[in-house]
C-alpha cells in the first residue's frame, strides 16, 4: 500500500496546536505502526524554515 501524508498544515506557525500538531500526530502513529509498505510525505516547499524541522520529527520512522 502507498500512503501520502500531507503535512502542510504542521508547517504553519500553528503546527504545534490545533490542526498541525493532529495532523502530525497521525503521521507519527501510522508510521510507527509500520502499516504502509511505501510512505511519502509531502511538504510545501515556499515553506522552507519548517521543513527540517519536520525532517528531524519524524527522521526515525521514514527515510529520507
Do not use: W
Not at 28 to 57: C, F, V, W
Request: charge should be neutral; glycine fraction near 8%.
Amino acid at each position: 500500500m502507498r500512503i501520502v501524508f500531507d503535512l502542510q498544515g504542521a508547517q504553519a506557525a500553528n503546527r504545534n496546536r490545533g490542526i498541525g500538531r493532529y495532523v502530525l500526530s497521525l503521521t507519527k502513529a501510522i508510521l510507527a505502526a509500520n502499516m504502509p509498505d511505501e510512505s511519502y510525505i509531502l511538504l510545501n516547499g515556499h515553506l522552507t524554515e519548517n521543513i527540517e524541522p519536520q525532517r528531524q520529527e519524524l527522521g526515525n520512522l521514514i527515510p529520507p
